[in-house]
Structure formats: structure tokens, C-alpha cells
């Protein structure tokens, strides 16, 4: 009986033994598994190459010199000459009685009436013109009064029309002192409709630049300028910029070009170009502005031309096309199978070494291009003419993968 027991004891021991070791292998198992993220990054991490370098045997190239004088194509539009903007400002504040200026485009010339102001400042000069001229007609007060009125834009004519009537107007006018057409900004942005170039039917305005046809008055006599709208019966005040005056004798071609031709354009570099107005005249000018502000992003640079346009043939916002003829000179080029794209970069595989069985060592070299052309690639910095680099990059990378873009 005892030994049965103790049979028994040892059976049991045996299978509650067996039991633990099992339990532990499972849980050892589980334990062992990447359950967080973690663990998985860093094994992920672990499994990338952070080498740059590759050992191969593959066929090499050197940069090559040749000359880039191909032409580069651009469009654009036609735009204000700033230079030729002239502002018209409210020199004293006061309330608009009149304005004859209608509407943008409209055509003015020299001496012509802009507008009526009622001033109390206007007034009170006024008064002291006439008071100098009662107390001392020949002496020089008068003249320093009337030369503080010809400061605030009123003209010889006026003041002398002012002392012979003995009295103060409510009211003066005001006249342009240029010849030209009604802008409400100094310069002009392509839009969707694009200023209509039209003439006015008043008796003291000149023709526009349309083919003949006429454009209606608006109802509302109000106009817009950058201080914003100007309209009978607003208030303007001394220094607000009331619109701008450009006669557009000479215009400014506005032209974009893609980004790879930055290095190409210089100034005084030739452009031939057509208007969609008058294709059949090309015009003949020279790059006088090349844009130095960029914007993120942007793919293209802008270059300025300046275009004659007495007989008006140039429409603010219409379009050109162009072709630009860079000098000629001499750039590294390399077959297009040797770039490497990686995202929004470049790379070649260059030469650095070479193992004692000749095998070359290659690598990553960043670099920035310029236009492709029959098959070879402009490289603009990034290589010297004596490097050596892969002729198949792409087959290296794909063979190797040892380069992750940055």
C-alpha cells in the first residue's frame, strides 16, 4: 500500500511539472513577439542602410564641355510702365463737389478738369490772398500767398481769376497736370477680363485705344483707387493718392521662364517676340530686368522687356510669345542615364575610390541641373569636369538600394 502511494505521488509530480514547463514555453513565446510599435520601429530602422557607398564595376563618364546657345521660349503679357505712372494725389483734404473722372481707362490730357473741391483750407488761403492784396498790393505777401496756393495745385489762371473778383470761391477745381489715361493702381495684374481700353465721348477727352468703338459712362459717377472709392460727395484727405496717369508710350513685357533656363538668361540677352494682337510684326528688344524675388514653389522666373507703343498697337493684359536668345557658353553635360531621381533632388553616383582589385567606389553626390537636351543634361553645380560618375545610376540604385532621399 505504501508503495502504490508513493507511486502515485511521483505520477503526479511528473504530470504537474510538465504543466509549469509548457505553460512557460507559451508565455515565453508571446513575450518574445514585437507587440509595440516601438520594437517594430526600431527594427525597421535597423534594416535600412545608412551606407552611401557602392562598390562597383560599372562603366564611367566624365562631365562634358559643350556650348548651350539654344533659345529658351517664354510668354507673358503686357503691362503698365511704372516708370511712366503718374500719381494723382488730393493735396488738401476737402469734400468732392464734381468729379469728371468716370471710370477707369478713361482718357484726360494736360489741363483738362479732374474734379471740383470744396475745402475749407482752400478757403481760408483764399482769404489770405485777397486780405495780402488789400493791405499790401505791391509788396511781397501777395506773392507768398499765391505761391501757398500753387503748392495745393491751384494754377496761375485761378489765382489771377481770385484777385480780380475780390472774393473767395467755395468751390475750385482741380486739372491734370498730364496727358495720358485713367489707371486705379500704378501697375497692372493679368485678369479675367482685363482693362477695356475705350475713349470718351466728352468734349475735352481724347480718343482711346480701342478700334473706334465707344464704352457707356457708367451711371454712378465713382471711381476706385488704392485709398479706396472716390465718389461726389466723399471726403479726401491731404495726401490720398486719388488714381494714376500713364500716357503708355512705352509698355512693359512681362515674360516667365521655366526654371532650369535661370542660369541661361542674362540681361541685354535678345528677345524676339509676337503680340496675339499684331502676330504678324515680330518685335525685336532685350532682356533689361531679369526678377530677383521668389517664391516657394515657384517654377519660373520672370524677365522684363521694355516696349515701345506710340501708335498704342500694345494692349494692357494682352499675352506675348517670346523666344529669348542667351549668349553663348560652355556648361557641364552628362547623359541622362546617369542622374538619379530621388523626390524633388537630384544625385549622380561619382567616383571616391577604388578597392585593390580595381573595382571603383562610388558615392552619392547631390547636384542641380539646368535643361536636356538630344539625350544630355546641363549640370549646374555639383560636379567638377574632372569627376568620374556612374553611367546607370538608375541600376544601381536598384541593384544596391543603399540610398534613402532625404
Not at 512705352?250 to 540677352?269: F, K, M
Not at 552628362?334 to 544625385?347: D, E, K, V, W
Request: net charge neutral; aromatic share 6%; with cysteine.
Amino acid at each position: 500500500m505504501g508503495k502504490i502511494t508513493l507511486y502515485i505521488m511521483v505520477i503526479l509530480s511528473i504530470l504537474v511539472y510538465g504543466c509549469k514547463k509548457e505553460s512557460h514555453d507559451e508565455h515565453g513565446k508571446q513575450g518574445s513577439q514585437p507587440g509595440d510599435e516601438a520594437s517594430q520601429k526600431a527594427l525597421s530602422i535597423s534594416a535600412e542602410p545608412t551606407n552611401r557607398k557602392v562598390i562597383s564595376s560599372q562603366a564611367l563618364v566624365k562631365p562634358v564641355k559643350q556650348l548651350q546657345s539654344g533659345p529658351v521660349n517664354a510668354y507673358g503679357f503686357i503691362t503698365l510702365d511704372e516708370r511712366r505712372s503718374n500719381q494723382v494725389s488730393a493735396r488738401v483734404g476737402g469734400r468732392i463737389e464734381k468729379l469728371y473722372v468716370k471710370y477707369e481707362n478713361q482718357f484726360v490730357r494736360k489741363g483738362d478738369k479732374i474734379l471740383d473741391l470744396y475745402s475749407p483750407d482752400l478757403n481760408t488761403y483764399q482769404e489770405e490772398l485777397l486780405y495780402a492784396h488789400k493791405v499790401d498790393p505791391e509788396g511781397e505777401l501777395p506773392k507768398h500767398a499765391a505761391h501757398k496756393l500753387k503748392l495745393l495745385g491751384i494754377t496761375d489762371v485761378q489765382i489771377k481769376q481770385i484777385v480780380e473778383s475780390g472774393k473767395a470761391s467755395l468751390t475750385l477745381s482741380i486739372y491734370s497736370a498730364y496727358d495720358g489715361y485713367i489707371f486705379y493702381s500704378s501697375s497692372t495684374q493679368m485678369s479675367s477680363t482685363g482693362p477695356a481700353m475705350a475713349s470718351s465721348g466728352g468734349s475735352k477727352m481724347g480718343g482711346g485705344m480701342g478700334s473706334g468703338s465707344q464704352q457707356k459712362q457708367p451711371a454712378s459717377s465713382s471711381t476706385t483707387s488704392a485709398s479706396g472709392p472716390i465718389r461726389e460727395g466723399a471726403y479726401v484727405s491731404p495726401g490720398q493718392t486719388l488714381f494714376w496717369i500713364n500716357n503708355l508710350r512705352e509698355v512693359w513685357g512681362i515674360l516667365s521662364v521655366d526654371n532650369l533656363h535661370q542660369d541661361e538668361i542674362a540681361l541685354n540677352d535678345s528677345v524676339t517676340m509676337v503680340s496675339e494682337l499684331v502676330p504678324d510684326k515680330p518685335i525685336k528688344t532685350i532682356v533689361r530686368y531679369i526678377e530677383p524675388q521668389y517664391a516657394t514653389g515657384q517654377k519660373f522666373i520672370q524677365v522684363r522687356v521694355y516696349l515701345s507703343n506710340v501708335n498704342r498697337s500694345l494692349r494692357i493684359n494682352s499675352l506675348l510669345e517670346a523666344t529669348i536668345h542667351p549668349k553663348t557658353k560652355e556648361s557641364l553635360t552628362l547623359p541622362a542615364t546617369s542622374i538619379l531621381y530621388l523626390g524633388g533632388r537630384q544625385a549622380v553616383w561619382k567616383k571616391v575610390g577604388q578597392t585593390e582589385e580595381g573595382t571603383h567606389v562610388l558615392e552619392i553626390q547631390f547636384v542641380r541641373l539646368g535643361p536636356v537636351s538630344q539625350g544630355r543634361v546641363t549640370v549646374l553645380s555639383g560636379l567638377e569636369a574632372d569627376d568620374e560618375v556612374a553611367l546607370d545610376a538608375g541600376y544601381l540604385m536598384d541593384r544596391e538600394s543603399l540610398v534613402k532621399p532625404e
